[in-house]
């Protein structure tokens, strides 16, 4: 049975840093993982992407130099944000595609975690 568990999200300040955890089981962990994230109202926006199968890491243009995706030898893939914008509180998810090759659109994706908040305040 695929789970994806994530955690590490909370409230900070502009500018501050966090990390995001994705804890993977009942899959092989050669598919992609990615991170997507989802403000009210706003549609699912893809982050970065994973794949232990081609070796290679995606980022969305709004995230890219700051956000950094990475995964353990085990079954967690990490989300590492840099300088983070003020922004609205935002739901991060991570999922799989079950594919060996990243896409960052949601619509390739069928199995969810049921995501971990983040809000960055100014």
């Known amino acids: 049975q695929v789970q994806l568990v994530e955690s590490g999200g909370g409230l900070v300040q502009s500018g501050e840093s966090l990390r995001l955890s994705c804890a993977a089981s009942g899959f092989t962990l050669n598919y992609a993982i990615a991170w997507f994230r989802q403000a009210p109202g706003k549609e699912r926006e893809g982050v970065s992407c994973?794949?232990?199968?081609?070796?290679?890491t995606y980022y969305g243009d709004s995230v890219k130099s700051r956000f950094t995706i990475s995964r353990d030898n085990a079954n967690t893939v990490y989300l590492h944000m840099n300088d983070l914008e003020p922004e609205v509180p935002a739901v991060y998810l991570c999922a799989t595609n079950r594919k060996l090759t990243c896409s960052l659109d949601p619509a390739d994706y069928a199995s969810w975690g049921h995501g971990t908040r983040v809000a960055v305040s100014s």
């Open positions: 994973i794949s232990r199968g081609d070796g290679n």
